[in-house]
Every structure is written in C-alpha cells, then in structure tokens.
C-alpha cells in the first residue's frame, strides 16, 4: 500500500443494504481524503477510463444518484484507496443494485449550518465514522424572546440553563455499545453472525454497536446470554445502561431526525468543545436573527414553523454554556465570517456585539484569524471537536457541502485536534480578537 493510500479497513462495507447507507459510506471517503473539491476530482480522472464530472460527484455523495458502478470506482481511486481494498465495495455496489432500495424524500442539502437529512450508514462497527447532518441554532440569553420571528419559536421557557448530573442518554448508549462490541469480539463473533444467532438485522447489531440505537432490556439479556456473560454485577451493569441509554431529554420532544439529536446529545455531555469555522459565527455564539437569516436564505423552507423550531433548538443548547459547572468552549474563526453580513448591517453589529460579550465568560475563548494572515492548513474546513470526562473518546464532526461527518478513530480525532491547535496558535490573541471584533462592528452603520 502506497503511504498516501487511505485507510478503509474499518468501514463496514459488507453491512450496507441501501442506497443512502453507500452514499454515506463515500461522503466518508471523501471526508478521510481531505474533501477534494469537485473540480479537483474532476482534473484527477481527466484521464482515467472514467472521468467523473462535478455534477455527478455531487448528486452521488447526496444520496440523489445512484452511481454507475464504474463511476464510484474511479472516485474511489481519485480519493486515493488503493486497489487491494476495492473488492469490498465492489460486493457492496452489487448488493444495492440488487436491492433496489432507494433514497429517501430530497431534504435540504448538506454544508455550513445546514439541515437534517441523510440517514447514518448502516452497518458500521469498531472505530466509528457516522454521517451527521445538523441544522443551524440561534441564541441562548436569558430574557430571550420571539419577537419579531413569526408565530412559534415559544421561548419563554427558555430562561435558565438546566443542572447536568448523570451522563444523558447517548453518552450512555456509547458506553453500552463499546461494551457489546468489546465482548462480541472477545466471543469470536462477527456481527453477521450475532444478527443471524439473534434473528435480527446486522444494521440492528452494528447501530447498537456504534450507540446509534438504544438496545432494549430483552436485546441486553439476549446477548449476555449469547457472549456467555455470567457475572450478576457484569450483566446488571449492562442492564443498568440500556435503561439509562432510554431516559428521555429535552430534545427528544422535537421532530429532530436522529443524526442530529445523536449530536445535541454528545454536544450537551461534553467537558470540552472546540469549534472551528471559516465563514460563519458558531451555532453555541449565535443571535437568534442571525441563525434565522441563514437558515431562510439557505433552505426554500415554506412557512416559518421549521425555522422557528431550529432557532429554539439552538437557544436551547446554547443553555449548557450557562451551567453551573459549564464546558469550556474554545472558538477559533476566520476572519471573514466577522464580515460576511447575515440579513442587516443591525443584525450582524448585535451578533458581533454577543461575540464580545460571550468571549468575557471564564470559560470561553473567542479567537480571530486575521486577514493578513494568509493561507492556513484549516481555512476550507469547519469542524467540531467534542471531548468527555473519563475515559469516553473525543468525537469530531466534519462539516461540509454534503452534511456532517461523524469521526471516531483515534488518529481521525488527534489529526483534527492538532489542525485546531495549530489554526489556534496562528490566531490573534483573546483580547487582540476581542479588539478586531469590536472595530469590525463599530464600523457597521445602523
């Protein structure tokens, strides 16, 4: 293998079953490879035996085509995975095109705060890459109000950050699902073999696994009896998890599609998040009529009732920074998204206002790449990583023009975390960003 040749061995290829499980395993592809542009795809096949095209590539890594099988090989090799692993998504191409299981309905699409939509990979087990599309939030403040948004958006009773105790539900479910893959492998098993023992679904195996799906009670004991579990204490505590994995938290009451509540849920139990953006202002720092204005002019949404609902959504996150006991937030923007105007020159000055403001807090650190700067290693990117007390593994999510990309590998994560830190050092100081920000929105005219 080549020393740039991309590392797939960890994708489980072999448990995709439909059309939007191949696309989310290729947009992972595309992410691991450093996500080439569609034009830079299309110059590395220029001379291949099948060029791909940009409209193509798109459509394909949305979900909305279903490649020619000769199309996904050749973006397979311009993403740099070697040949000796093709063989696996060859079988996979063949087991959906014999399916004829398709996409579901056009959502909106992925990139910067963008929305909801595509299902997660079926099938994946071991280090974890999930596809995670999230939609943008708006503010959190006490006193915060609608006014001014349309009907909805009841924010009155989001007043006070709520007191963090037990780990929530889905950091549970992560505990749960390393601890059922760690004894299937100590069993010997693969998940093919545990579905077809347990007459369930692989998919239903390896999203347990990944704790994407909460195990019932029934599916524990089942496979405590399959693992050969015998010690009370050992199979209590499992037991302990799935039924903490189902307590019901604040944002299961909206109509979010999993992916994204799988994000709110890791985001609302992390010590530590570190957020990097290129163009825009984070979601945790955002106005609320700043998160409304993108979100309009992203999405041709009709009516305003799915807006108003990101924008609580949003407010309501933004609660844990307020807590007792918050999470260290550190930020890091490129100076461009302090002048990218959203909706007004009023909107933005408050937004840059709340920057100012927010960047006082201990536990928050606002900082500026300056324009003189240059070019940087981290300037097409935007991402976020989260960190957990004890001994829980960091997450990072990818976000670009085909949704969000959930990164679990170890070297995935210490690559992302070193990109930010090294982003972090070439940025102005806390109180220089600080200063920047301010004579940015004094220039404003309102």
């Not at 109000?145 to 009773?157: D, F, I, Q, V």
């Not at 609580?312 to 918050?326: A, G, K, N, Y």
């Not at 969000?404 to 090294?422: C, M, P």
């Amino acid at each position: 293998m080549m020393d740039d040749s991309l590392f797939t061995a960890d994708l489980n290829v072999a448990s995709a079953r439909t059309r939007d499980d191949l696309a989310g395993l290729l947009r992972i592809i595309h992410a691991r490879a450093d996500r080439p542009s569609l034009r830079a795809l299309e110059d590395r096949t220029r001379h291949a035996r099948t060029p791909l095209s940009k409209t193509v590539v798109s459509e394909m890594l949305r979900g909305a085509r279903f490649p020619r099988k000769a199309v996904m090989l050749s973006f397979l090799r311009a993403c740099r995975v070697p040949e000796e692993a093709l063989e696996p998504w060859l079988r996979c191409w063949e087991r959906v095109a014999a399916s004829g299981q398709g996409t579901g309905s056009p959502q909106p699409p992925g990139g910067a705060g963008s929305g909801p939509h595509h299902a997660v990979p079926a099938g994946q087990h071991g280090q974890r890459d999930t596809v995670l599309d999230e939609p943008l939030s708006g503010p959190r403040g006490p006193g915060a109000t609608a006014t001014g948004h349309g009907p909805g958006a009841p924010l009155a009773a989001i007043q006070h950050a709520p007191p963090r105790g037990a780990p929530g539900p889905q950091v549970r479910r992560r505990e749960l699902g390393a601890a059922l893959r760690s004894l299937r492998s100590s069993a010997g098993m693969t998940i093919e073999q545990v579905a077809e023992r347990l007459l369930c679904s692989p998919s239903k195996v390896s999203r347990m696994e990944t704790g994407f799906r909460s195990g019932s009670m029934r599916d524990v004991r089942d496979l405590c009896d399959l693992y050969g579990v015998t010690s009370a204490d050992q199979r209590g505590y499992l037991m302990e998890l799935a039924r903490e994995s189902k307590r019901q938290e604040w944002w299961q009451s909206y109509d979010l599609r999993l992916p994204y509540g799988h994000f709110i849920g890791l985001e609302d139990d992390a010590s530590s998040i570190s957020v990097f953006h290129s163009s825009l202002v984070p979601g945790l720092l955002q106005t609320a009529d700043y998160a409304r204005f993108i979100l309009k002019n992203l999405y041709a949404v009709p009516g305003d009732e799915w807006i108003d609902q990101q924008v609580e959504v949003r407010l309501r996150r933004q609660l844990l920074l307020s807590r007792d006991v918050p999470p260290a937030l550190d930020v890091v923007v490129d100076e461009a998204a302090l002048h990218r105007v959203a909706g007004n020159s009023q909107v933005m000055r408050a937004q840059l206002d709340r920057l100012v403001r927010e960047a006082a807090r201990p536990n928050i650190s606002v900082r500026v790449v300056p324009y003189d700067h240059g070019a940087y290693r981290a300037i097409e990117n935007s991402f976020t990583i989260l960190e957990f007390p004890g001994e829980m593994k960091g997450v990072v999510y990818v976000e670009g023009l085909f949704g969000w990309i959930y990164l679990e590998r170890e070297q995935d994560v210490q690559r992302y975390t070193a990109a930010f830190r090294e982003t972090q050092s070439i940025a102005a100081s806390d109180a220089e960003s600080v200063k920047l920000i301010t004579s940015v929105s004094r220039r404003l005219t309102v």
